[in-house]
């Protein structure tokens, strides 16, 4: 992991919310409050992403997917990157509640999505009368936006990692009850207990969200890498 703690006070990761959004389950982490403004333990923030670190490189060395999930203006476009150069499913847009409790009927939609894909490039779709391939387009367009990310994704992910606990409650609801591990940023009004490693963390700065999901596409590069050995062998 090659991350030290000066990189993480760089990027402002100790940098925590107002007091009076302070969530006390957060205490273990916040080091102090100064000015009004709850100070993460960058120390615990180090730990925390070691920790979470090593899961995600051991899942992907097993041939795990790992759903990045960041619909928050400041993490959309750091998601959809990261995802993007590591070859991971990614959520950017909302979260279509059912995305991991319903997934068999959310398979189905996709496998919909994939066919009015086909027709367009094959040309069928423009042969159609032009009320019938408009109404097609429209939901094409609803289509991307609720699939961009998952349309290559076969069944549920072995793991998910998450920007922002509480923007992302109902995900991370959907993956404690299809009992698929998060990982996530968890900042000062948040409950680290949701998830099962907590990254204490800013998840409003886009410097901070920046720094750590390098560390977590490092992760998913190393644990290809292992798994690629591995296979040779």
């Not at 120390?43 to 928050?72: H, M, N, P, Q, R």
């Not at 750091?78 to 319903?102: Q, S």
């Amino acid at each position: 992991m090659n991350i030290e703690l000066t990189d993480l006070l760089d990027a402002g990761v100790h940098f925590g919310h107002q007091v009076k959004r302070w969530n006390p389950k957060s205490k273990g982490f916040v080091f102090d409050h100064r000015q009004g403004i709850s100070v993460i333990d960058l120390a615990k923030t180090y730990e925390g992403l070691k920790s979470a670190y090593e899961f995600i490189e051991d899942v992907v060395s097993k041939g795990g997917e790992i759903l990045l999930v960041g619909t928050k203006r400041q993490a959309q476009e750091i998601v959809r990157e990261t995802a993007t150069n590591t070859g991971m499913p990614f959520c950017v847009n909302r979260w279509m509640g059912g995305t991991l409790t319903n997934w068999k009927t959310i398979t189905t939609s996709i496998a919909k999505y994939k066919k009015y894909q086909k027709m367009e490039a094959d040309g069928s779709l423009a042969k159609l009368p032009k009320k019938e391939g408009s109404a097609i387009r429209r939901e094409m367009d609803r289509m991307h936006r609720n699939f961009e990310g998952i349309v290559k994704m076969e069944k549920l992910p072995a793991a998910m990692f998450v920007v922002d606990v509480n923007y992302e409650d109902i995900a991370v609801a959907e993956a404690r009850r299809t009992k698929v591990p998060v990982a996530a940023i968890v900042d000062t009004n948040s409950d680290p207990s949701t998830v099962d490693y907590a990254i204490p963390g800013n998840d409003d700065a886009v410097k901070s969200i920046r720094i750590i999901l390098e560390t977590i596409a490092e992760a998913i590069e190393s644990g290809r890498s292992k798994r690629a050995t591995r296979m040779a062998k």
